[in-house]
């Protein structure tokens, strides 16, 4: 269930037709989905997911090759079991505001990803789910955050 207000929806598709034949588009905030929101399991979204919250820094050493970096990068999907992605637009805020919820295998390892997020101050925990949000963070996403990740079981 989503908690709805008034001027608070989903970013119904990755881009939108402005006045004057203008085109905004990356609405999807560039992850490689097909719906809004998402769910899923694949492997390239939960790492770009991952990378998003808590980058992480190229090994040292020479340069990767493009195989060496797609594997080294992939290896961040590694103990997330499923991921969430929803993005919300408020009609008096031009910003997009993004809720992404992260399963992990155990709730351990959900709190010590909130914890070293970069989101950590917009972090909710519940069991094994850690759930960030990121955006301008109005009354309406916080709603909207607490309700959908916040406390689904």
């Not at 997330?80 to 993004?98: F, G, K, P």
């Not at 094994?128 to 990121?134: C, D, E, L, P, V």
């Amino acid at each position: 269930m989503t908690a709805c207000l008034p001027g608070c929806a989903l970013a119904a598709s990755p881009s939108e037709r402005l006045e004057g034949n203008r085109v905004r588009s990356g609405l999807w905030t560039g992850l490689n989905i097909g719906t809004n929101p998402w769910i899923g399991t694949e492997a390239p979204i939960l790492a770009a997911i991952r990378e998003r919250l808590a980058p992480t820094e190229v090994p040292d050493g020479p340069p990767l090759t493009p195989a060496q970096a797609r594997r080294y990068f992939l290896q961040l999907a590694d103990g997330i079991e499923q991921a969430y992605v929803a993005i919300y637009r408020e009609q008096e805020v031009s910003d997009l505001t993004t809720v992404y919820g992260l399963q992990f295998p155990t709730t351990d390892a959900a709190l010590a990803f909130a914890r070293n997020g970069r989101a950590a101050s917009k972090a909710i925990v519940n069991g094994r789910i850690a759930a960030f949000s990121g955006g301008p963070g109005s009354d309406c996403f916080k709603l909207k955050f607490r309700v959908r990740i916040g406390h689904d079981r």
